[in-house]
């Protein structure tokens, strides 16, 4: 057994990406191969799929649609698709949206990641609003609307392989998404954006009905 761990340790963290990407040719390899999800239903196949096949994913639903469980799964996938230079910037209106929802799923995808991953991965990784994986590779959560003025906060994340990921959507202001088109400037940057646009107004609402906006609209019932 400790032979066994000792080789394990002794895998580079290249080979271990290598490896990883092969898993992944279908975006769905990853979720049932590496992270042992179960039996996923059509709308959390679909949302996977769209993210690494779309520039921009707008899914609009009611609550327990598994569009956060989604998010969680697809964190992980990215960053180790895209690693060591991958970035997930996850954001919701409010705190408890962004650390109990959001890194509540992320923090259950990692255990089974350490749990079914034949690669050690270090316990300190994840913290409750960021998992760090090295200097450009990580996911980090920030709020919208909470700790003062909302202006300026998402400026200053680049990276070439960027993805962002809005809960609650339809409740964040249109400067915050103007603030995010910034962020996606690289060859490789994805949006997903989660929510109810309930009313006919704001951005997620106009990406969500409006072609222009090049948005892949994913919309459960």
Known sequence: MQQTQDVRMKISLEDQIRALRIAQTDPLLFPTKILKVGTMWWAVEKMI???FEH???AVQSGHSMSKDFTAGIVVL???FKYGPEAKVICTAPTLKQVKEIMFGEISKQFRSFQENSPWPLPNDALKS???ELGPDWYAIGITTKESGDSFGKFQGFKSKNMLIIVSEAQNVADNIYDQMEGMTTSANARVLE???PISPMGRFWEHCTQSRFGYNVIKLS
């Open 55 to 57: 520039m921009r994913t």
């Open 129 to 131: 609003l960021k998992l």
């Open 194 to 196: 989660l929510g109810n």
């Open 77 to 79: 996938q990215w960053l």
């Open 49 to 51: 799929r769209s993210v």
